[in-house]
C-alpha cells in the first residue's frame, strides 16, 4: 500500500482526526451495504413484494439501531475528548473547521479503498502505473521575508560593501537564456556567466572602497573541489561540446551529400542527353554518305547537315591533305630526293627467281658439274712417290 506523507499525517493529527472512528464508520457503510444487496437478492429470489416488505422493515431497523449505537458512540467519544480537553490544551492549538473537509475525507476514502498493492498488480498494468512524486512549493514571499528575518545587513545600500560581501544578480532570469533545465552544459554556463559578472562587479566595489583583495604570491589555498574532480568536469563539457559540434558537422555533411548527389545525376543525364544525340546525328551522317534516305527533317542550324561530304577534303593527323596531284600526291620532299640521288630500287623480292634469270645458260658447264676426281687411297699414294 502506497504510504501517506508526513505532512499530511501531521495535518490529520493536528486536526484532530480520529482514524479509528472512520474506520468503524466505514465497517457500517459496508455492512449497509451488504444488508441491501442480500435483500434485493432475496426480493428477486421470492419476487413477491409483500413476503419482501417485514424483512426490509426488519433490515431497516437493524440498520436504525446500528446508527444509533454509532452516534452514541461517537457522541461518547466527543464527551471524552471534551474531559481531557483541558490537559491538551497546552498542546493542541485549536482551529476552526476548514470548509471543504468531509468531501476531502470522503475523496481519502474513496482513493484508500481504490488503492491496491505493487505486488498484486501484473507486468502489464505496472507500465500504466504512476510513480509518486514529491510535491515541491517555491513560496518566493516567504522566503525572502525569512531572509529579511536573519539578515545581519538590514540596510545593504547604507552599509559598505566589505561588511556582507554579497551581491544579487541583476541579470535577466534563466527562464531566458536556458529554456531547457535538463541541458547541463548550458545551464553550466549560464552559471558561469553569472558569478563571472557577479565578481567583475565585486572587484569594482572592492578597489572604489580601496580594500585590499588581491593574494599575496606566496598564498596557497586549497580548492573545495579537487582537481581530479574539476578535470573531470571539463572533459565532460569537452566531449558534450565536442559531439554537439560532431553532430552539427555530421549534419551538414549529410545535406552537402544529398544536394552534390542530386547534381551529380543532373549533370550525368544531361552529359548522356548529349551522346545520345551525337550518336544519332552520327548515324544519319554515315547513312547520307551512303545515299540513303534518313527520313527526318533537316533543320536549319543543324551542323552535319551543313557538312558537305562530297567535296570535304580528308587530311592527316598533322593537317595535310592527302590525294593525287600536285596537291594531294607524295610529298614534295620525297619526290626532291628521288630527283636527285634516284630511285634505289625495290628491295623486296630481289633474290627471287624469274623467266629470264631461269632462261640464262651463260654459266652453264658440264665440266663443272662432274665436279673434283676422287682422292687415291694410301697404297697408290705410297707407290706413286
Given at each position: ?5 508526513k505532512?499530511?499525517a501531521?495535518?490529520?493529527?493536528h486536526k484532530g482526526?480520529?482514524?479509528e ?12 451495504k451488504?444488508k ?5 437478492e ?6 413477491d413484494?409483500e413476503?419482501s416488505?417485514?424483512?426490509?422493515e426488519?433490515?431497516?431497523?437493524k440498520?436504525?439501531e ?8 461517537s457522541d461518547?467519544e466527543?464527551?471524552?475528548?471534551a474531559?481531557?480537553g483541558?490537559?491538551t490544551?497546552s498542546?493542541t492549538?485549536?482551529?476552526?473547521p476548514?470548509p471543504?473537509?468531509?468531501s476531502?475525507s470522503?475523496?481519502e476514502e ?8 505493487l ?9 500504466d502505473t ?5 510535491l ?7 522566503l525572502i521575508a525569512s531572509?529579511?528575518r536573519?539578515?545581519?545587513?538590514k540596510?545593504?545600500?547604507a552599509?559598505?560593501?566589505y ?5 544579487i544578480s541583476?541579470l535577466?532570469p ?8 535538463n541541458?547541463d552544459?548550458?545551464?553550466e ?7 563571472r559578472d ?10 572604489k ?14 580548492m573545495?573541489?579537487?582537481d581530479e574532480h574539476?578535470?573531470r568536469?571539463?572533459?565532460k563539457m569537452?566531449d ?10 555530421a549534419?551538414?555533411l549529410?545535406?552537402a ?6 547534381v551529380q545525376?543532373a ?11 551525337t550518336?544519332d ?6 547513312r ?12 536549319d542550324n543543324d ?9 570535304a577534303?580528308?587530311k592527316?593527323?598533322?593537317g595535310r591533305?592527302r590525294g ?5 600526291g607524295?610529298p614534295?620532299?620525297r619526290?626532291k630526293r ?7 630500287g625495290k ?7 624469274d623467266a629470264?634469270s631461269s632462261?640464262?645458260?651463260r ?8 665436279g ?6 694410301k697404297?697408290?699414294r705410297?707407290a706413286?712417290?
Open positions: 500500500m502506497a504510504k501517506k506523507s505532512l499530511l501531521a495535518l490529520d493529527r482526526r480520529d482514524y472512528a472512520e474506520k468503524r464508520q466505514k465497517l457500517v457503510k459496508t455492512a449497509e451488504r441491501r444487496q442480500k435483500v434485493q432475496k426480493g428477486e429470489e421470492v419476487g413484494s413476503e416488505g417485514p424483512e426490509d426488519t433490515d431497516g431497523a440498520l436504525e446500528d446508527k444509533e449505537n454509532f452516534v452514541s458512540f461518547q466527543e464527551e471524552n475528548a474531559a481531557n483541558a490537559s490544551a498542546t492549538i485549536p482551529q476552526p476548514l471543504g473537509d468531509a476531502a470522503e475523496v474513496e482513493d484508500d479503498e481504490s488503492d491496491v498493492p505486488s498484486d498488480l501484473e507486468d502489464e498494468d505496472l507500465e504512476i510513480p509518486h512524486q514529491r515541491t512549493i517555491n513560496n518566493g514571499p516567504a531572509t529579511k536573519v539578515a545581519l545587513v540596510k545593504p545600500g552599509t559598505s560593501f561588511v556582507h560581501n554579497s551581491l541583476q535577466p534563466t527562464e531566458s537564456s536556458v529554456p531547457d533545465p541541458d552544459l548550458t545551464r554556463l549560464e552559471f558561469y556567466r553569472i558569478a557577479a565578481a567583475a562587479e565585486g572587484r569594482s566595489l572592492l578597489k572602497e580601496r580594500i585590499p583583495f588581491t593574494r599575496p604570491t606566496d598564498y596557497f589555498a586549497e573545495v573541489k579537487s574539476m578535470g568536469v571539463k572533459k569537452y558534450d561540446a565536442a559531439s554537439k559540434k560532431a553532430a552539427e558537422e549534419r551538414k549529410r545535406d551529400k544529398k544536394f552534390g548527389k542530386a545525376v549533370k550525368e543525364q544531361e552529359r548522356a542527353k548529349e551522346k545520345r544525340n550518336l546525328k552520327i548515324k544519319e551522317l554515315k547520307k554518305r551512303k545515299g540513303q534516305d534518313t527520313g527526318k527533317v533537316v533543320e551542323l552535319f547537315q551543313s557538312i558537305d561530304v562530297d567535296s577534303p580528308t592527316d593527323r598533322a591533305e593525287s596531284g600536285p596537291n594531294g607524295a614534295n620532299k619526290q628521288d630527283q636527285k640521288f634516284g630511285f634505289g628491295k623486296r623480292f630481289t633474290k627471287s627467281g629470264m632462261g640464262d645458260m654459266g652453264f658447264s658440264a665440266s663443272k658439274m662432274k673434283k676426281p676422287k682422292r687415291p687411297g697404297s697408290r705410297a706413286g712417290r
